[in-house]
């Protein structure tokens, strides 16, 4: 399984993003797609994920909102009214159960900043 994510960049508080997590390779294995970040100086953290097989989207903070595409191959966190805590890198990570994410892609920073 790989995975790309993309649509990071600097935003001004207040300012919106949508990031984009497209996966391939077995794709039918994978049972969650989520997305996680990294804040400057803090532990990772769980922002939402989508399940494949039930078609069940969390996401925890409700200025995001999270979506998929048809082929369910691709999920996209759309994220509004963001603040500089929300800068940090953000990864789309996948998992073949619900116990552990086994696969991460490369991550996408996002900077909220006046």
């Known amino acids: 399984v790989q995975l790309q994510a993309s649509g990071g960049g600097f935003v001004q508080p207040g300012g919106s993003l949508r990031l984009s997590c497209a996966a391939s390779?077995?794709?039918?294995?994978?049972?969650?797609l989520g997305w996680f970040r990294k804040p400057p100086g803090r532990n990772r953290e769980f922002v939402g994920r989508?399940?494949?097989?039930?078609d069940d989207l969390f996401v925890k903070d409700p200025r995001f909102t999270l979506s998929r595409n048809n082929g369910k191959n691709t999920v996209y966190l759309q994220m509004s009214n963001l603040t500089p805590e929300d800068t940090a890198v953000y990864f789309c990570?996948?998992?073949?159960?619900?116990?552990?994410?086994?696969?991460w892609g490369q991550g996408t920073q996002v900077t909220v900043s006046s």
């Open positions: 390779g077995d794709i039918d294995s994978i049972y969650y």
């Open positions: 990570a996948a998992g073949r159960t619900g116990a552990a994410y086994e696969y």
């Open positions: 989508f399940a494949r097989h039930t």
